[in-house]
């Protein structure tokens, strides 16, 4: 792995053709061996990485429009407001080798120009049952008063960071949709006591529990083999009441140098065997309903039962209101 500049990495450039890919920094190692450096010995190509967060990355596209990004991987929030920004060339359902093989879900996304999924996350809590003094069994048990300043929550521009704004409506009995999200942000305010933390990043809550600083976390299940990394006694418990689904999708860009190899990665990352080793090593649940996983590996992943109760988040909706969500949250949250 060769370092370009401090955001960019990718393999060696003696190779015949570039991607520029622009993605999470999450397990960066894994993905190399698992995806990147397989998609460059197949395809005589180079991957280079613009690393960063979902909502960052989405706004350095619309802003720059000399950039060099081919595809873009972003949770379904921001790619809707990519889609909505016109800064991507949608992909057709005809150009995916794999199409008739994806669950419906992923077939209707991409038939909606609103990308490809490569894989499906949902959200749950974490936590470290010695430290955190009680047993957590459903979402309403984190305005217990045991937590005290110990809970760590998603930041209102991470992936699930309005997926649980909703989700503390909904423990407080009311649909979001009525009331524009008024009930949430009282909720929010009643919790913040127990809020020591938000954060952007799940590597930044892995440091949290490694240092001992929280008990509990609110995390999109992709972020959890960090985090049990970082504290082994720490479970994992998606609540019977139900959970809240994303898609991570991969988009090509208007400025895709090269849309060609930009939907040849795509093809890669969404065939069989890629899936397959993705699932295994990355905790990414499979979007190819004919990769078959074994209990084990399908454990503390969106698929079977956890997939069955989660529901999908009105992004239209969210996207309506978000400016205003991201205003009082950080008012309630991010100020001390």
């Not at 401090?6 to 060696?12: I, K, L, M, Q």
């Not at 909904?170 to 305010?189: I, P, R």
């Not at 988040?313 to 991201?326: A, G, P």
């Amino acid at each position: 792995m060769m370092f370009i500049m401090p955001v960019f990495a990718g393999g060696s450039s003696e190779s015949g053709s570039e991607l520029v890919v622009s993605t999470w920094g999450l397990s960066e190692d894994d993905l190399w061996a698992e995806v990147y450096e397989p998609f460059e010995t197949e395809n005589d190509a180079t991957v280079i990485l613009d690393v960063g967060n979902g909502q960052e990355r989405f706004t350095k596209l619309q802003n720059d429009p000399r950039s060099t990004v081919d595809d873009i991987e972003l949770a379904q929030l921001n790619a809707a407001q990519a889609k909505a920004a016109g800064i991507l060339d949608p992909i057709k359902p005809e150009e995916i080798d794999d199409f008739e093989n994806l669950i419906p879900a992923a077939q209707e996304i991409i038939a909606s120009g609103s990308g490809a999924p490569y894989t499906l996350n949902s959200i749950g809590i974490v936590y470290n049952r010695e430290n955190a003094g009680i047993e957590i069994n459903e979402w309403t048990d984190l305005w217990d008063p045991a937590l005290k300043g110990k809970i760590a929550i998603p930041d209102i521009t991470t992936t699930f960071g309005p997926a649980f704004v909703i989700m503390a409506s909904d423990a407080y009995g009311v649909d979001v949709t009525t009331d524009g999200g008024e009930t949430a942000f009282k909720a929010l305010s009643d919790l913040k006591p127990n809020v020591l933390r938000t954060y952007a990043k799940s590597s930044d809550v892995a440091n949290l529990f490694q240092n001992g600083e929280v008990a509990v976390a609110v995390v999109g299940d992709f972020g959890l083999p960090i985090i049990q990394s970082a504290d082994p006694d720490v479970e994992y418990v998606v609540p019977e009441s139900g959970t809240y689904a994303n898609f991570n999708v991969i988009n090509i860009t208007k400025n895709a140098d090269d849309r060609d190899l930009a939907v040849k990665y795509i093809n890669y990352r969404l065939n069989k065997d890629t899936q397959t080793r993705t699932a295994e090593v990355l905790n990414e649940a499979p979007t190819n309903g004919s990769v078959v996983l074994t209990p084990e590996i399908a454990a503390n992943k969106t698929v079977g039962d956890i997939a069955a109760r989660a529901k999908m988040v009105d992004f239209n909706f969210v996207n309506s209101v978000l400016e205003s969500w991201v205003d009082q949250f950080n008012r309630i949250m991010n100020v001390r």
